[in-house]
Every structure is written in structure tokens, then in C-alpha cells.
């Protein structure tokens, strides 16, 4: 086994191979399929947890209890692919690589075997990151340690390779370059102006946590995860008097590969054998305290439940310019008491918004995270695929 540093390359000696990617918190894992020019053929090219398969090339999850992975088949690969570029980024949204340098870890796919491993040095604010590439060189196959780092997340990679991209990311700032003769020069990438939002975590030791967008909150109290009957609250007024607004509050719940298991909403009250409950529609947001209620018995989700995410929706088409206070609070069932809470402070002319996302760690607690993400959708079905990108 070598531990490879910037810029080095070793033979492949075997015609499948595996990168697993591990750091110390949950990462997003792709890969990319490149021609000579340095670009994809089209977006089928790039792998990931909502496309993890392509010609020559699988994406795998670890489920939050294991690494992600790329495997390449080179024998498999079209022609023309002459490198394939595995990134990496964490999966919480808005944190960086700083403390928390991922390991490649290169594998022979049939026998399980180490290549290599591959630390890259030195991280700061980026956000994502090419970790290694495995590409052609006069007739050979290698695998080269890249370390290449992009402060606008999996977006500006994508961009870069030539995979379109929803919305168009933050103009470039300057990405820190891993740097050695022998690397092919990638386009630089600037850094991201510097944020003041905080993204770090807390527990429910001191009592109530509010939160600001992006924020996390483990529900571990006096060391103990929370895993009892929680209800979330969400709430809503009309942003003018004398007009009703009608929202759907719903949770879309998804499996460890992002993948859709159910929704619950108005027209679908209970899911998941009563894990998850819905209170019922209100028609027209007037009246103090939570509009629409979901329980949520964390004990007694299945296994293969492991992210929640909240949305509200506007069936009827009126925009979220048109709503005021709208929040949503998370409480114990059992004593009513308010754990976390999140207002939503700002609004966009969108029918619908992810509010919050309760995604299970593979050490057993869960988390709470603030969203206030809009999304043009008036129903939860609409919902769907963009929840699944944001968990």
C-alpha cells in the first residue's frame, strides 16, 4: 500500500477499482466522466447518489455507516473517457473542509485489496473537493492524487466539467490548488466570500435551541438521543389582513441512498405504519399557534427511514411574499415543551419551501436542520426530488 501525497500516480494493475472516500463527518460522494477536452459528454455522465450508475462507473452509498464509493470498470468505459474525477463534499450544508480532511482509500474492486490511500493536506474553506482521478496515459491506466479544492461546493465542480447545474453558482472566487508539476492544471476556482452564519451544532443539554438557516441541532439530551414521540409545529399568517392563505404542511421521508419512501400530508394523514401522523389541512392560516401539526415517533421509524424532510406548499398558487411569520418548532410530545425552533425570515415569490430536515446519524441520534429553501412546486409531489438533493 502507498500513501500517496499531491500530484503523485501509480499504476493500475487491475482493470476494476474502487476510491472509497472517508472523513469524519458525512460526505456526497460523484464521479465524473471526462473526454480529452476535460468536459462530460452530457449530465448522464456525472454519478452520484441520485444517478449511481453510468456506462463503466457506480456510485455506492455507505449509508452514514460506511464510506462512499466510486467504482470504475475500466474495461467497461466508452470510448473516448479518458479520466474519471471522484469530489467529494460535505454533506451538511454551508461547512467546509477545514478539521476534517477526507482519506481516499484506492481498492482493487474484485479482491478488496489497497492501493492506495490519499490524504489531501492542508484544508481550509473549501466546500468540495476532486480528491483523485483515474485516467489514461500513453495506453495505461493510473490513479493519480489530486486534491484540487472549489469553494462553491459540488456545483462549481459540476459547472466546471460541463454538467448543468439548476441555478447558476456564486461567481467564482480563487480555489485552493493542490499543487504539483505533474497535476494537469485545472481552472481555478475563487474562494467563497467569507460567511457569518453559524453552522455548528448543538445539543438540547441548555434547553430550547433556536436556529438560524443551516443550522444543526443534535437531539441528544444528557447524553441520551431523543427517541420519543416528537410533534413538529409549522405555522403561518397572512403577510395582508382579511386574506386567507392556505398552506399543506407535509414530510417526505426518504432511505439511506436519498431514495423516496413516502410522503404524508392532507390527503395522507398517516405513513409508515403511524411512525409519522399529519393533523389535517387548515384552510386558512388565521389564528395563533402551530397551523398544522406532524407527530413523529423517532423509536418507532423503520430502519430504513433515516431523512425527514418538512415542506410547505401552496396548492392554490399564492406566493410565500404573501405569507408572514411563518416557522416551524419542534416539540415533545410527552411534555409539550418546545425544543427547537426556526422562523422563517425572509421570503420568496416560490410556492412551496423546505423548512427543516431530520436526518438520522449512523452513530443512532438524530439531527435538526434549519432550511428555508423555496422551491417553485404547489404540491409535495413536486417536492420530492429537490428534498432528496437537499438532505
Known amino acids: 500500500m502507498t500513501a500517496m501525497t499531491p500530484g503523485s500516480n501509480l499504476p493500475l494493475n487491475t482493470v476494476r477499482v474502487t476510491v472509497d472516500v472517508a472523513a469524519p463527518v458525512r460526505l456526497d460522494v460523484s464521479g465524473l466522466l471526462l473526454t480529452a477536452d476535460g468536459k462530460v459528454r452530457s449530465d448522464a455522465d456525472f454519478i452520484f447518489y441520485n444517478q449511481p450508475s453510468g456506462p463503466g462507473i457506480t456510485y455506492r452509498s455507505g449509508g452514514g455507516a460506511a464510506p462512499d464509493s466510486i467504482t470504475v470498470d475500466i474495461g467497461a468505459l466508452p470510448p473516448g473517457i479518458e479520466r474519471i474525477v471522484v469530489t467529494a463534499s460535505p454533506d451538511a450544508a454551508g461547512q467546509t473542509f477545514q478539521g476534517i480532511e477526507p482519506t481516499a482509500t484506492v481498492r482493487d474492486a474484485a479482491s478488496g485489496s489497497v492501493i492506495a490511500t490519499f490524504t489531501p ?17 500513453g495506453g495505461a491506466w493510473k490513479v493519480r492524487a489530486v486534491g484540487q479544492g472549489y469553494a462553491n461546493g459540488l456545483a462549481g465542480i459540476a459547472t466546471d466539467f460541463g454538467v448543468s447545474v439548476d441555478e447558476e453558482p456564486p461567481p467564482p472566487p480563487l480555489a485552493t490548488a493542490a499543487s504539483a508539476a505533474s497535476i494537469p492544471v485545472l481552472p481555478q476556482m475563487p474562494l467563497a ?90 384552510l386558512t392560516g388565521e389564528g395563533a399557534g402551530d397551523d398544522e401539526v406532524i407527530v413523529v415517533d423517532l423509536g418507532r421509524l423503520p430502519a430504513d427511514a433515516t431523512g425527514l424532510v418538512f415542506t410547505v406548499n401552496s396548492f392554490s398558487g399564492q406566493k410565500f411574499t404573501e405569507v408572514a411569520k411563518a416557522y416551524c418548532r419542534l416539540i415533545d410530545a410527552a411534555s409539550g415543551e418546545e ?34 429553501e423555496f422551491v417553485k412546486s404547489r404540491t409535495v409531489r413536486g417536492m420530492v426530488k429537490p428534498a432528496s438533493q437537499a438532505l
Open 121 to 137: 493536506p492542508q484544508l481550509g474553506t473549501e466546500t468540495a473537493l476532486v480528491v483523485v482521478e483515474v485516467y489514461q496515459r
Open 193 to 282: 466570500p467569507p460567511t457569518t452564519v453559524d453552522t455548528g451544532k448543538v445539543n438540547l443539554d441548555k434547553g430550547r435551541v433556536t436556529l438560524q438557516k443551516n443550522q444543526t441541532v443534535s437531539l441528544v439530551k444528557g447524553g441520551r438521543p431523543l427517541l420519543s414521540q416528537v410533534k413538529m409545529g409549522l405555522g403561518w399568517e397572512p403577510a395582508f389582513r382579511g386574506r386567507d392563505i392556505d398552506l399543506d404542511a407535509s414530510v417526505i421521508a426518504y432511505g439511506p441512498q436519498r431514495n423516496h419512501i413516502d410522503s404524508c400530508y392532507f390527503s395522507k394523514l398517516s405513513i409508515l405504519g403511524g411512525a409519522i401522523k399529519h393533523s389535517g389541512d387548515n
Open 339 to 372: 425544543l427547537v425552533r426556526f422562523d422563517l425570515t425572509s421570503a420568496e415569490p416560490q410556492t412551496g419551501v423546505m423548512m427543516a430536515k431530520l436526518i438520522k446519524q449512523f452513530s443512532g441520534e438524530w439531527e435538526m436542520t434549519a432550511m428555508g
